[in-house]
């Protein structure tokens, strides 16, 4: 199993910034993809941004120029820098892990922490 405990959440003005934080613990070998979703109410949740054991990152449209998703490979942490937040960048974020075990995927999640973007 991998624990993930997340951090940084909050309450911001529009066009702040807030940093999200995330750090695996406990089954950590064999962790490909770190990232970060969000789910808004009434809304499915959508992933934000990923990025690869090989450094390699994608992002959904909406943040893309905004979010910079980040990794330490040695502290198993991933992070989140949101600039310019928006209201509708308001959710839950979801810290994600994947895990790949003998050719099978393993997925996880933290247990998700509010931004809300509002004057």
């Known amino acids: 199993q991998v624990q993930l405990v997340e951090s940084g959440g909050g309450l911001v003005q529009p066009g702040g910034s807030l940093r999200l934080s995330c750090a695996a613990s406990g089954s950590i070998s064999g962790i490909d993809t770190m990232g970060w979703y969000r789910q808004a109410p009434g809304k499915q949740r959508e992933l934000v941004a990923t990025v690869t054991n090989g450094g390699s990152t994608d992002y959904t449209d909406s943040v893309k120029g905004r979010f910079t998703v980040s990794r330490d490979n040695a502290k198993k942490t991933v992070d989140l820098q949101m600039n310019s937040l928006k209201p509708e960048d308001t959710a839950v974020y979801y810290c994600?892990?994947?895990?790949?075990?003998?050719?099978?995927?393993?997925?996880?999640w933290g247990q998700g922490t509010q931004v809300t973007v509002s004057s």
């Open positions: 994600y892990v994947r895990r790949t075990v003998f050719v099978l995927p393993y997925v996880y």
